[in-house]
């Protein structure tokens, strides 16, 4: 028997008080879970049980990932859980305690933790968005408090009930469901993560970021802030001393 079965039955047993706010945690999922996502779910789970969250795990394999957000959502919204949490399969959180708790008490219409990408300079999955419309990468400092940012990966991502609702079927038939691609012509103008935060701008709905939360990206190596703060000086030394 798993961690979170043992916390299913205490909250059916009445052993453990309900809070009354509903939780679902999404996994999307292809064919790639690792070990450590895995044990990041449970953990989640168990200490969201511990102090009185209900919740569901939700893992939808096989899917394209667009498509995989897009269901999860639309389970969540029929489920009327008050928040959606987003773990990818290749994610694994660092801190012991209750993450997602900490994640709701921010009180915004999404808050993410922040990952790193698999390919040099590693920068934050995090970026800005120019008048013009054009995504460009993150190139500064973190900053160590929470803070609002334009676009973000989905990777490790806590979406409130406020926007759940405000994807009815008249918003998704204007500007598509939360994860659809975005097109220009026959090409990809912003992935899912992306036009989901296109949407979430047009809807007039905030992201914020916690950077206190540690994250580890399992890519061919595992891929924490280290790597992009290390590249961030050796890039820096080398534009110094370049002639």
């Avoid at 800005?128 to 676009?151: A, M």
């Avoid at 691609?181 to 912003?190: A, E, K, M, Q, V």
């Amino acid at each position: 028997m798993s961690l979170v079965d043992d916390i299913h039955k205490a909250q059916e047993a009445g052993y453990i008080w309900q809070k009354g706010i509903h939780v679902a945690i999404g996994i999307p999922n292809r064919d790639d879970i690792k070990s450590e996502c895995c044990g990041t779910a449970e953990m989640m789970a168990w200490h969201l049980g511990r102090q009185g969250y209900n919740f569901s795990v939700f893992n939808i394999e096989g899917a394209a990932v667009d498509e995989n957000r897009n269901i999860i959502f639309k389970m969540a919204q029929d489920k009327k859980v008050d928040y959606l949490f987003f773990l990818d399969s290749d994610t694994e959180c660092k801190e012991i305690g209750n993450v997602i708790g900490k994640m709701i008490d921010h009180k915004k219409d999404v808050v993410m933790g922040i990952t790193y990408l698999s390919n040099y300079p590693h920068r934050p999955n995090i970026f800005k968005t120019q008048p013009n419309g054009k995504v460009i990468p993150w190139e500064d400092e973190i900053p160590e408090e929470l803070f609002k940012v334009d676009s973000a990966g989905n990777g490790f991502q806590l979406i409130s009930k406020k926007v759940l609702d405000a994807f009815t079927p008249a918003v998704i038939e204007e500007i598509g469901n939360p994860f659809s691609l975005i097109y220009d012509g026959l090409n990809i103008r912003l992935r899912e993560d992306l036009a989901f935060c296109w949407r979430l701008r047009e809807l007039d709905l905030e992201l914020w970021a916690d950077p206190s939360i540690p994250i580890v990206h399992h890519k061919k190596y595992p891929i924490t802030k280290m790597f992009y703060e290390t590249s961030r000086k050796h890039n820096e030394s080398v534009l110094k001393y370049r002639v």
